[in-house]
């Protein structure tokens, strides 16, 4: 059966962001893939306004592609944000409760520290401001004085 160049796919997105999607469902527990990628797309687009420089472009290089372009299409802030005024932000920007909004930046950083692997977690960990360990899943480290 021919079938015409134009006509689009089945599946909109790339397989490993549909994996991604999968992840982030199964980890957060979400009741449908459609709510999984609204919690992506909240989280990846502030990370996004957080992250800058080298550790913005690794990311972007080891997530799939629409989630590489959430993160990158964002202008970085002038200002990052802490861990907590980061989650504070996100439910401000979509109404969601403070409790909500911490459950979704989790899940979907669960999925992106398993892209980026632990060296460039701690990379951007060490970038970020304070706060952003614990949504991570990792302990909050306070450097030696």
Known sequence: ??????????????????????????????PTREKAEEAVRLVLAGLGRQLTGDERVDLAARLPFEAARILTTQIPDTQPLGGWAFVKDLAARTGASLATTRWDTGSVFSAVAAYAGPDLITRILHQLPFGYALLFGRAELTPAA
């Open 1 to 30: 059966m021919m079938t015409d160049q134009h006509t689009p796919l089945q599946h909109s997105y790339g397989r490993a962001y549909e994996q991604m999607l999968e992840k982030v469902r199964y980890e957060g527990a979400y």
